[in-house]
């Protein structure tokens, strides 16, 4: 069975393309059978239903199990989860695995707060159930087999997170969900938490911190308000400030896209912006597109419409229409009835009559959108359209093509991954702005950084740093922030979870054979050479096309200028994506890879000593002692005749901790170079002190 890497689906061996999603699988092959990951686990059982089931007959206790499994099952795929395996009457379900989305704790806490209320239904609607449940979810790194098929019974991960999550459901309360330390630091933001005694598990060492996640703060796809104030964006403020005051004045529509990565402030911008606008007497209504949950068709829109016809999603079908031809009635005249009809049609409320062709409704909607710029001028925003369906990018593409002469913007944030569907977007509109959000600068991000710091009453003598690793990415450098003040006593230098989901889920979203440039790019270095993955390919891919295809989604970038004769030199552009990349190699494929790029340095570099510290490095991650000792020598004695004699000594102590106690003459010289090393670089200290304390006597004479 051949997994398909977009969407989870097993497939025959025989399969071109996904029989779910479409994906073509023929590259599968390029890919890994293994991936290191950060997953989420949920583990879920019935309380008391082993004995329970002791005394009823099999047809009963499987009439009981049936629809159970099948509404667990639906919550959790609804929510992007994989159900691994049900045993018995427990549940195993992983998030971030074979695909990662980026808020995969998230989606599994929302997940899990979804089966309890889907057994309580089910309790109500069938009494006879008397179901209880206890549920924990937990995040950390495990080793993905993305060829497992759950339908033989091979586990898709592996690792003690697993372990974690299963000793955590034990401790559940009845139906009640508890939640370790990584899911809690992932989630705390968007979802209420209540304190929970640290549970004392099977085969731990130390009590597990644990957490009872009690509802939803946000809804999906949302994030909570900044920390701080927003930082770095008063000058695509001040364009998106020229923009309205001109569709004000001349009465003419504009769509004006945000495109940005996750987390690089799109939708702060736009909410700083509706503020003002709304400040400014502007009516300023906000919808979303969902990446999961009950996501529907036109869902910005509809969520817009609701808003101005007051309706909630309590409200009965009935009581929502009423609203709805109220509303429409006040702002229209004429053939409101008409208009009320085909935007119900539109939203999901109607359910009688229909109409010929989707322009009528869509007509609809554009009378509606113009009496409402008509009456006040209007921003309408439409938050992460990149999660917006075809035909909602349709709609938002009529509206900005066919609404005329009134006060009218249309806001749109999105990531880039929009004009991988739509190409084309924006192109021939009357009325169309592109505006990139870029990353913060160094000054603002050192800034934000240490407000950050600072709020949480740590100090921010870091932030200098926290900003740079941050890349300018707002949510990383606060996450970062936090998770240094948060482990400033444990001294942890791991990627806060929602980074490393951040990345992980636009590496995953890359074509296979980019992907597999960029894990083996990810060995070289944060500087690499086309010669080196061409050592580590196949032979089957297209580099060349492969490496542009990357440096075009700005991941990777080519330098002018190579430290190999005759071999172009690359770089990632951020030590995030290197990391991440890396990270994700199991052990096994990167010795092996180390050891293809330290072959092909030393036949590229016979003559040059500078390449010893990389091969000394590349050949100690390959597993191989003995050939790292002997260039960190090299490494060594090349730093001493430069006088960096510390760093020699960093060199020397680094063979002598691959060299065998057997080999003691060989250890014993390099003690010898080590230790002459070491009284240079004291001597050298000594005399740069020894002339401060000369001079400050000379001073004070």
């Known amino acids: 069975m051949m997994v398909?890497?977009?969407?989870?689906?097993?497939?025959?061996?025989?399969?071109?393309?996904?029989?779910?999603?479409?994906?073509?699988?023929?590259?599968?092959?390029?890919?890994?059978?293994?991936e290191r990951k950060v997953v989420t686990?949920?583990?879920?059982?019935?309380?008391?239903?082993?004995?329970?089931?002791?005394?009823?007959?099999?047809?009963?206790?499987?009439?009981?199990?049936?629809p159970y499994f099948a509404r667990v099952r639906s919550e959790i795929e609804s929510f992007g989860g994989t159900v691994e395996k049900f045993i018995g009457d427990a549940v195993m379900a992983v998030f971030g695995a074979p695909v990662v989305h980026g808020d995969d704790p998230e989606r599994a806490v929302r997940a899990a707060l979804a089966m309890c209320s889907a057994v309580e239904e089910l309790n109500r609607t069938e009494p006879e159930l008397e179901l209880k449940i206890r549920v924990a979810v937990n995040t950390g790194e495990a080793l993905v087999s993305l060829a497992a098929s759950a339908a033989q019974g091979e586990g898709v991960v592996a690792g003690d997170v697993v372990n974690t999550a299963s000793r955590l459901q034990e401790a559940a309360p009845v139906n009640g969900i508890l939640v370790g330390e990584e899911t809690y630091r992932a989630t705390r933001s968007v979802i209420r938490y209540q304190d929970a005694e640290p549970v004392v598990a099977k085969g731990k060492q130390d009590p597990v911190r644990v957490w009872r996640p009690l509802a939803a703060s946000v809804g999906p796809g949302e994030r909570a308000a900044g920390r701080v104030p927003?930082?770095?964006?008063?000058?695509?403020?001040?364009?998106?400030?020229?923009?309205?005051?001109?569709?004000?004045?001349?009465?003419r529509p504009q769509?004006?896209?945000?495109?940005?990565?996750?987390?690089?402030g799109k939708t702060r911008l736009a909410s700083e912006f509706a503020q003002l606008a709304g400040a400014g007497g502007a009516r300023v209504i906000k919808g979303?597109?969902?990446?999961?949950?009950?996501?529907?068709?036109?869902?910005?829109?509809?969520?817009?419409?609701?808003?101005?016809?007051?309706?909630?999603?309590?409200?009965?079908?009935?009581?929502?229409?009423?609203?709805?031809?109220?509303?429409?009635?006040?702002?229209?005249?004429?053939?409101?009835?008409?208009?009320?009809?085909?935007?119900?049609m539109l939203i999901g409320l109607g359910s009688e009559g229909g109409v010929g062709d989707r322009q009528t409704?869509?007509?609809?909607?554009?009378?509606?959108?113009?009496?409402?710029?008509?009456?006040?001028?209007t921003v309408l925003v439409f938050e992460d359209i990149h999660w917006a369906d075809a035909g909602m990018l349709d709609l938002l593409e009529v509206l900005a093509s066919r609404v005329r002469d009134v006060p009218l913007l249309l806001l749109a944030p999105t990531r880039p991954e929009l004009l991988e569907r739509r190409p084309t977007w924006g192109g021939g509109l009357p009325g169309y702005t592109a505006l990139p959000v870029e990353p913060l600068g160094e000054e603002h991000a050192r800034e934000l950084a240490a407000q950050v710091l600072q709020q949480m009453q740590k100090p921010n003598h870091e932030s200098g740093e926290i900003g740079l690793v941050g890349e300018g990415n707002p949510l990383f450098i606060e996450e970062l922030a936090a998770s240094v003040a948060e482990h400033a006593t444990t001294g942890s230098a791991d990627l806060p979870t929602t980074i490393r989901g951040i990345v992980s889920a636009r590496m995953d979203a890359l074509p296979p054979g980019e992907r597999a440039v960029l894990l083996d790019a990810a060995v070289v270095g944060k500087v690499f050479w086309s010669g080196a993955l061409e050592r580590m390919s196949s032979g089957e891919l297209a580099l060349p096309e492969l490496l542009d295809s990357l440096e075009g989604r700005d991941l990777i970038r080519r330098e002018p200028v190579s430290r190999l004769r005759g071999d172009q030199q690359f770089s990632f552009k951020h030590d995030l994506i290197r990391d991440n990349a890396y990270a994700t190699l199991p052990r096994p494929q990167r010795r092996k890879r180390h050891?293809?790029?330290?072959?092909?340095?030393?036949?590229?570099?016979?003559?040059?000593?500078a390449a010893a510290s990389a091969l000394a490095h590349h050949w100690r991650e390959a597993g191989e002692a003995a050939r790292a000792a002997e260039y960190f020598i090299i490494a060594g004695d090349q730093a001493g005749r430069?006088?960096?004699?510390?760093?020699?000594?960093?060199?020397?102590?680094?063979?002598?901790?691959?060299?065998?106690?057997?080999?003691?003459?060989?250890?014993?010289?390099?003690v010898q170079r080590r230790a002459v090393a070491l009284a240079s670089v004291f001597h050298a200290t000594e005399l740069r002190h020894g002339g401060v304390r000369r001079r400050t006597v000379l001073d004070e004479s």
Not at 46 to 65: N, Q, Y
Not at 255 to 264: E, K, N, R, S
Not at 334 to 340: C, H, I, R
Request: proline share 6%; net charge negative.
């Open 4 to 34: 398909c890497p977009n969407c989870g689906q097993e497939n025959p061996p025989i399969a071109k393309f996904c029989l779910a999603c479409a994906q073509p699988l023929a590259d599968q092959a390029q890919g890994l059978a293994e």
């Open 41 to 66: 686990v949920l583990f879920a059982d019935l309380v008391g239903f082993t004995a329970r089931a002791e005394r009823l007959d099999p047809e009963d206790v499987r009439a009981i199990l049936t």
């Open 230 to 251: 927003m930082l770095g964006r008063a000058s695509e403020l001040a364009v998106l400030e020229r923009i309205w005051e001109r569709v004000v004045s001349e009465q």
């Open 255 to 264: 769509l004006v896209t945000l495109f940005g990565p996750a987390g690089i």
């Open 288 to 344: 979303r597109s969902l990446p999961y949950g009950e996501v529907l068709p036109y869902g910005a829109f509809a969520a817009q419409v609701k808003q101005v016809a007051k309706i909630f999603d309590t409200d009965e079908v009935g009581a929502a229409c009423e609203k709805l031809d109220g509303a429409i009635a006040e702002l229209l005249d004429g053939e409101a009835k008409e208009v009320s009809s085909h935007i119900a």
């Open 361 to 377: 409704l869509f007509f609809s909607a554009r009378r509606l959108v113009e009496a409402l710029a008509t009456a006040q001028p």
């Open 595 to 609: 050891a293809q790029v330290a072959t092909f340095l030393e036949e590229t570099t016979p003559e040059i000593p």
């Open 642 to 670: 430069g006088w960096a004699r510390e760093q020699a000594a960093a060199f020397y102590q680094d063979a002598l901790e691959l060299l065998p106690e057997e080999q003691a003459t060989e250890r014993r010289e390099i």
